[in-house]
């Protein structure tokens, strides 16, 4: 009969597998017989990964491959009188295994005579196991989660936010966008040196998607970092108008503006979130809408360092 499989432990340094041998009916008899049990792995319809490889495929070139033989003390410890034999054999490689096995008996006539015949029992049925490599269960977990990734980088990038979103809600985009890609990169390097380890050609292994996805995220990124730089700016711009007209028109006075704008300098003014540019916009905006003291116009056009020859023509 057909060997089974029992606990198995797979790791870097051991592929050892525990095995039974079914025996007879007449277990005894049998194992009064028994000389030597052989168990092999059939070499033409068992495959193994890259590990290895050239001493397996020189074992296979001889026939199939003997995994293990149990003969002397080995073999009497393996029979506990039950009806099968329990031992272990350790795998040359990962892979998928066809095992089979076979015993060695002496003929009855040959304990009488005290002569050394023996004979060899008929190959068992063949019985399948697959070896699986430690990084194969890291492998699958990180297709599921590159799975997952890939799902929330269509979602960012198909994100309908365009350069009239709101601000926070722009920002919120760019977090995902860059927890996406991140985790991502991650995921495609860990995919990498799994496959590198299992010798799995990673052009096979459909990478494409998750690479095309993550640059197509970092564009969005990019334009996305835009948009919140332009709302970034004219937010500024509305705070540094407000600073003008209210902190120091309203609240100290036209007189005071206009002794402010004789003497201010540019850094001030980049320090306030504002250029010589908008500062020029706002005195002009503010002709209309706001009480300007003609002081401040005139003292303005004055300042061709900050301004052109045409804007102090206009103040």
Known sequence: KALRIGSSSSSR?????????????????FQQLCKAVHIYADASTSSWSSEGSQQLQQAQSKGDILLRKLTGRALERAFDGSEVITTFIKL???????LYWYA????????????AVTTDTPKSATRAFCCEHPEEQQLVQLQEKATKVCYFLRSALHDPS???TRLWQLEDLE??????IANGREVLAQLGTVLDTLGYDRSEAKLDDLNRLIDECADKKEQVRKWIQKHEKKEGMKSFRSRIVDGILRERGANHLAEW?????EDIITEMGGNANRLY????????SVSL?????WNASRRNDLFSEKQCQVL
């Open 293 to 297: 003291d003609s002081n401040t116009l």
């Open 104 to 115: 060695t008996l002496e003929e009855p006539s040959a304990i009488s005579t005290k002569t």
């Open 175 to 180: 977090t995902d966008l860059d927890h996406s």
């Open 281 to 288: 916009q706002i005195l002009v905006e503010s002709k209309s």
């Open 261 to 265: 704008i004789q003497t201010v300098q």
């Open 92 to 98: 040359p490689d990962y892979g998928n295994w066809h």
């Open 162 to 164: 365009s350069a009239t």
């Open 13 to 29: 340094t051991s592929k050892r597998i525990t095995i039974q041998l079914p025996l007879p009916r007449d277990h005894e008899r």
